[in-house]
């Protein structure tokens, strides 16, 4: 079957979310027996609580997918991205900002119901973000929300395993990918978090194995994704159920496995490391950024470690600097 | 007279805003014919015009004594701050950032009436700001929000100069020194911005002469006040009408004048420039931190510079290293 040329690279879909990062010591999190390096949902009672406990903030928008979706487009990449927000202030400062990246985004915001998405990010002295996400209106995003045209028109649509924690969300992420496949597009996953894939396992082995063509993922998350404590054995596994794997070490860089047996060892980009936040985001953004354009496995990673690099270096999980200067 | 001791060190009375941080180049500030390094007021509708067409944003409080208030706290110092948010999410922002720094705030919100202030800064690549404020709730700070029993419990009362600009406000400013006189305390006042100075030089020169002990200008705005373009006239016109003068002046330092014709150079502390917002704030902060403990003024000087180079490293007014440990 012959498809009609793609005028997206990159269509993400995922919670749209603005987060509140503010630096807290080892003790906070202690006292509150908040895993360090993770992600927990919390309703809003908890956000209420915890954001009158927590430091002085700072607002960025983010979410996973979002987050990739405005690296990517800094990069010249052809984006767009699919999310839900509310019509409130926290919203607004999502849309303008999804939108000034230049990411194109056509969700219509929530009518009435749950407040825009917040994630209480602490970082800690050591840089690490321990994550706190309050999902509101990103539980109404379902299968209305998917624009057909726009999945249809992407060279690749690219999921968060966030997504998998909300029902609504969860179907309409594989009806999104059934989509994209049935129209000769590639899929794209990250797992997003180990505690994730742990509570859905085996929906996840089913999407990497069924759905996926690019994999992401962090050797917590591959681990946890197949059970094993080898990340040999977990790279050699997800090698032979996709057809591109992208597995992050943190400052050991990234392993990426092609068909046939390809392996490339890709070092990190050198940065003083401030804040993680979306460091995995930026990497998929500049890993995908670069096969947009067809350049070879080890350029996509390479164009991966120097957007992480950007993002880990200051406050906040979108870019601050001329990305396209960097990886030029 | 005799005067109870002091238990707040520094009380702070300003604007009360929430900064919208996006870079820009040079040429968007020319097509829109925005003055580099000013600060110029808009209304709520170019306010929404100018966020439409500006770059991806982080939120972080602002407003210029309310940074000062919120530095001087993370160096230890016993702060208050008088300011007028509304009652919505972006005063909720600032509400929670200032008391989460430590910064006692009593001030009511505006109970209904305009928004929040806010400000569009434009960074550009020369780490130049530029600010856009729109001062909605801030208009309605008037003598009423003052709180004299903080005034008077206040070793100095600081006051920034864009309250010369809401006509309410710059009613409460000489009510507040004098409240703070009666009471055998100090005030203290920032220039805040040479256009400023211009807009109401006379009430400026009037208010150095009669009400204030402690003065803070940077060079630009020094040679506005006493319209001169020679900076030692105008550091000896200050001196001889305060106690105290610190005047900035960038990566050269500041000159702290003191009685008798004491003068003293102080370095500034090597920074990697990212943004310039809030290095006078910061400034002013560490200054007083460390006069509230009577330390020497080339001391004084010295925390100022420490705490100015901590805040244009990086996106943002507010700190985001432990400023006690950068002074010891």
Chains 1, 2 share one sequence.
């Not at 987050?67 to 991205?81: H, K």
């Not at 690019?214 to 197949?226: G, P, Q, R, S, W």
């Amino acid at each position: 079957m012959n498809h009609p040329a793609h005028t997206l690279d990159i269509l993400g879909i995922g919670n749209a979310i603005v987060d509140v990062i503010a630096r807290a010591d080892d003790a906070f999190l202690d006292a509150r027996a908040l895993p360090k390096g993770g992600m927990r949902l919390i309703d809003a009672a908890e956000a209420e609580r915890l954001y009158a406990e927590m430091g002085p903030g700072l607002e960025s928008s983010g979410g996973s997918a979002a987050n990739t979706c405005a690296v990517a487009a800094a990069l010249g990449a052809r984006v767009g991205f699919l999310g839900k927000v509310a019509g409130d202030t926290l919203g607004e400062v999502f849309r303008h900002d999804i939108r000034a990246a230049g990411v194109h985004f056509p969700t219509p915001p929530l009518e009435a119901g749950a407040p825009t998405a917040r994630c209480l990010i602490l970082v800690t002295p050591d840089a690490q973000r321990t994550m706190n996400t309050f999902l509101g209106a990103c539980v109404s995003l379902g299968e209305a929300d998917l624009s057909a045209d726009d999945i249809r028109r992407a060279r690749v649509t690219y999921l968060e395993g966030y997504l998998f924690d909300p029902p609504e969300a969860q179907a309409a992420f594989r009806a999104a990918a059934r989509l994209a496949r049935d129209a000769g597009r590639r899929v794209a996953i990250t797992l997003s978090d180990p505690f994730c894939v742990g509570r859905h396992r085996d929906a996840f082995r089913r999407f990497v194995r069924e759905d996926a063509d690019i994999l992401f993922a962090n050797e917590a998350e591959v681990l946890a994704l197949y059970e094993t404590d080898s990340f040999e054995e977990a790279a050699a596994r997800a090698a032979a159920e996709v057809e591109v794997a992208a597995l992050t070490r943190s400052e050991h860089g990234s392993v990426v496995l092609g068909r046939g047996g390809l392996r490339h060892e890709v070092p990190a980009a050198p940065a003083r490391v401030v804040d993680t936040t979306g460091a995995g985001d930026a990497y998929a953004a500049g890993f995908l950024a670069a096969w947009a354009r067809d350049l070879p496995l080890p350029e996509c990673g390479r164009w991966g470690s120097i957007a992480a690099a950007e993002v880990i270096s200051h406050v906040g999980a979108r870019p601050q600097s001329d990305l396209k200067a960097l990886v030029a």
